[in-house]
């Protein structure tokens, strides 16, 4: 089975920090994305990347930046975080044609 | 852009009872319909997906049907078991190399003993 790591569970950061949320997925999939859910909003997309060093912005990227310079692995970068990006945010990943495969989520609260 | 509405957020039943969300979605060039499954704690699971020339699939005690012209799917469970309780999303997106969804809000399903 594809299994995609997301390096922390809970993460508490300070307001203005600069925040670094990584992801790592085992098998070759091209497509990687960050997704943040908040209830009763759903799943909402920040950024996708469909290859290395390749990326593209989602539905509300303001505040967030992304890096991918393996294929593996997708970042997400909270450049200073703020109280309104406490949320929990998940990584996935697909191959062309497949459904998503889902991290168990990082959930980052910002004081 | 696409829009994913889905009904209702939140679904009691009684073990053994049938379960049934729906959604609409806005953007009629959307071929490809997913559906996961969130359970407490982890990330949401595919456990089932449809394409838009088919109009149902079965997988065991679970059903998911489409409705082009409506541009509506819904997700249908039977004989639905405590383990059934989760977080349910539906998705929709145009099929390309990106595999970019849309998904919709989310139900709370609670299958009661």
């Known amino acids: 089975d594809v299994k995609v790591t997301q390096s922390s569970r809970y993460l508490v950061k300070r307001t203005g920090e600069k925040v670094f949320l990584e992801c790592v997925q085992d098998m070759d999939h091209e497509n990687m994305f960050w997704y943040r859910q908040d209830p009763g909003l759903g799943l909402r997309l920040i950024y996708f990347?469909?290859?290395?060093?390749?990326?593209e912005k989602g539905d509300i990227p303001e505040g967030y930046s992304v890096s991918r310079e393996k294929k593996e692995r997708f970042s997400l970068i909270l450049e200073s975080a703020s109280t309104n990006q406490t949320s929990m945010y998940l990584c996935?990943?697909?191959?062309?044609?497949?459904?998503?495969?889902f991290g168990s989520g990082t959930r980052l609260t910002v004081v | 852009g696409e829009n994913v509405e889905q009904h209702p957020s939140t679904l009691s039943v009684q073990e053994g009872d049938s379960a049934v969300i729906k959604c609409t979605y806005s953007d009629s060039a959307s071929n490809y319909f997913p559906w996961y499954k969130q359970e407490l704690g982890k990330g949401p699971q595919l456990i089932i997906d449809i394409r838009s020339n088919v109009g149902e699939k079965k997988d065991q005690r679970i059903a998911v049907t489409l409705n082009k012209t409506a541009k509506h799917f819904s997700l249908h469970i039977t004989e639905t078991q405590p383990e059934d309780s989760a977080v349910y999303f539906c998705a929709a997106s145009m099929k390309t190399s990106y595999d970019k969804v849309i998904f919709g809000p989310g139900t709370s399903l609670s299958v009661i003993p």
């Open positions: 990347s469909y290859d290395v060093k390749m990326k």
């Open positions: 996935a990943s697909s191959f062309r044609g497949s459904g998503y495969t």
